[in-house]
Nanobody
Framework: QVQVVESGGGLVQPGGSLRLSCAAS????????MGWYRQAPGKERELVAL???????SYADSVKGRFTISRDNGKNTVYLQMNSLKPEDTAVYYC????????WGQGTQVTVSS
């Protein structure tokens, strides 16, 4: 079983930055990808970004050029650097770890508001 713990959410003004962290522990052998989904009120959960063990990345069109995902394999930790934040980025952000199945974190709230 994989345990997933996120941190780094909060309240930020439009145009500001936040950095989310996600640490995986437990049965981490065989992890394929790690990444982030988000869910805004009344909307479906959507993929924000993912990164593979080899460092390949993929982003939602809405965050390309503003968000950067990175990974420290030695620490089994993934980071999401979010710049130029917009009010529409407001959501609960969930980290996931993918092996054969997905393991999810508890979510961290990101609120972009003036």
């Amino acid at each position: 079983q994989v345990q997933v713990v996120e941190s780094g959410g909060g309240l930020v003004q439009p145009g500001g930055s936040l950095r989310l962290s996600c640490a995986a522990s437990g049965s981490i052998f065989g992890i394929v990808t790690m990444g982030w989904y988000r869910q805004a009120p009344g909307k479906e959960r959507e993929l924000v970004a993912l990164i593979t063990t080899t460092g390949s990345t993929s982003y939602a069109d809405s965050v390309k050029g503003r968000f950067t995902i990175s990974r420290d394999n030695g620490k089994n930790t993934v980071y999401l650097q979010m710049n130029s934040l917009k009010p529409e980025d407001t959501a609960v952000y969930y980290c996931y770890v993918a092996k054969v199945t997905f393991s999810w974190g508890q979510g961290t709230q990101v609120t972009v508001s003036s």
